[in-house]
């Protein structure tokens, strides 16, 4: 099973930072990743797909590059409502694996 | 609105059975692909199995560790997805979610339910 993993694992930072977690895949995935959003409580919700493209509604300071085996999320200017928990998750192949996920929280 | 509302969550005993369903609006549920995802309490997401939608013969694919004792289907006269679940071990203890699947747009889970507590 392909394995993928996250770094940091948490972090810390300001609104208005910017901040780039990343995800890497333990073989090569091509560009099936995609990128979820999950704060406490609640359902993921799904940021962008296929590396790069961002799902409808979701502003444009989120923004993904990478392939193969290494992929980065950033968001440009951190908003009060992105504190939450970041998560990739590949569809290369069977199980679709997610990442253990990076947790961002308020400096 | 689309939506899914999960149901079927609760408490059992190891070695139980418990079905989880998850109900469909505002889509047509019949062309999509499901799946399900858990997450124990404080830990990451696992997906757990597919089911494919009626033209690409509602085939199931499962994760390594339930396949044998869960069991994806899905109703689509009901617009529902269904997660039969065998054998139950503590560490099956978790809230499920189901999500579409969206394979025609791209490889992504775009719609979530809010998910349904499952304690063993």
């Known amino acids: 099973a392909i394995q993928l993993t996250q770094s940091p694992s948490s972090l810390s930072a300001s609104v208005g930072d910017r901040i780039t977690i990343t995800c890497r895949a333990s073989?090569?995935?091509?560009?099936?990743l995609a990128w979820y959003q999950q704060k406490p409580g609640t359902s993921p919700k799904l940021l962008m797909y296929d590396v790069s493209t961002l799902e409808s509604g979701v502003p444009s300071r989120f923004s993904g590059s990478g392939s193969g085996t290494d992929f980065t999320l950033s968001i440009s200017s951190l908003q009060p409502e992105d504190f939450a928990t970041y998560y990739c998750q590949h569809f290369k192949n069977y199980p679709f694996t997610f990442g253990p996920g990076t947790n961002v929280e308020i400096k | 609105e689309v939506q899914l509302v999960n149901s079927g969550g609760g408490l059992v005993q190891p070695g139980g059975s418990l079905r989880l369903s998850c109900t469909a609006s505002?889509?047509?549920?019949?062309?999509?692909?499901m799946d399900w995802v858990r997450q124990a309490p404080g830990k990451g997401l696992e997906w757990v199995g597919r089911i494919r939608n009626k033209a690409n013969g509602q085939t199931t694919e499962y994760a390594a560790s339930v396949k044998g004792r869960f069991t994806v289907s899905r109703d689509d006269s009901k617009s529902s997805l269904y997660l039969q679940m065998n054998s139950l071990k503590i560490e099956d203890t978790a809230v499920y979610f189901c999500?579409?699947?969206?394979?025609?747009?791209?490889?992504?889970?775009?719609?979530w339910g809010q998910g349904t507590m499952v304690t063993v």
């Open positions: 073989q090569d995935i091509g560009s099936a």
């Open positions: 999500a579409r699947d969206n394979v025609v747009k791209a490889a992504a889970f775009d719609v």
């Open positions: 505002g889509f047509t549920f019949s062309d999509y692909y």
